[in-house]
């Protein structure tokens, strides 16, 4: 055996031996990490401003998984429940879909089906947990407010899992200032 091979067995064979001495701990491999999932998740809907009669920014904020882009089936759907009610349309760039322009549908004139627009590039990475997703509705897509304060309700579910998430707010008397 030539001498370098030799230094280099005798070193590792000193290695092993301290640490032995050292007990098993020693040997052991670290643990693998824990996967990294994302902080608890709280769906949300933000009207911005709640201003009775106003026409405003509608920001809905759901989980979903994403692997190679959402998990959403056919899409997002959502629902105003009455006194509320979509336009009958909305100008192309009026929707977004996780901040980018969606493709939009009305469903049955009640519901409004929002996608990724054809051709968006998504990332092929696979996230453990559900991720924030955002659906906003601009200004410009025309969705306004009531003129009469009070309590009002969105209904909003995907393609993917078609049981409606309840979302509501308040539009205070125009005497009362804002939550």
């Not at 106003?54 to 056919?74: K, N, Q, S, V």
């Not at 899409?75 to 009455?82: C, D, F, K, T």
């Not at 309590?151 to 005497?175: C, L």
Request: some cysteine; glycine content about 10%; charged content about 10%.
């Amino acid at each position: 055996m030539k001498l370098a091979s030799r230094a280099r067995l005798i070193g590792a064979l000193a290695t092993l031996v301290i640490a032995l001495c050292a007990g098993p701990s020693a040997l052991a491999q670290p643990a693998p990490p824990e996967p990294l999932l994302p902080p608890a998740l709280t769906p949300s809907i933000e009207v911005d401003p709640n201003q009775l009669g106003a026409t405003p920014h509608w920001t809905i904020t759901i989980g979903a998984t994403y692997c190679g882009g959402y998990r959403i089936g056919d899409g997002v759907y959502v629902s105003p429940e009455a006194p509320l009610a979509l336009p009958s349309s909305m100008p192309d760039g009026s929707v977004l879909f996780a901040g980018q322009p969606a493709a939009v549908s009305h469903v049955d004139g009640a519901t409004l089906r929002v996608g990724p627009a054809p051709g968006q590039a998504q990332s092929m990475l696979c996230m453990p947990g559900d991720r924030p997703l955002t659906v906003e509705l601009l200004p410009e897509a025309g969705f306004t407010l009531p003129t009469d304060a009070g309590d009002y309700a969105v209904d909003v579910w995907t393609g993917a899992d078609p049981t409606p998430q309840n979302f509501t707010f308040s539009v205070p008397a125009a005497d009362q200032p804002s939550p």
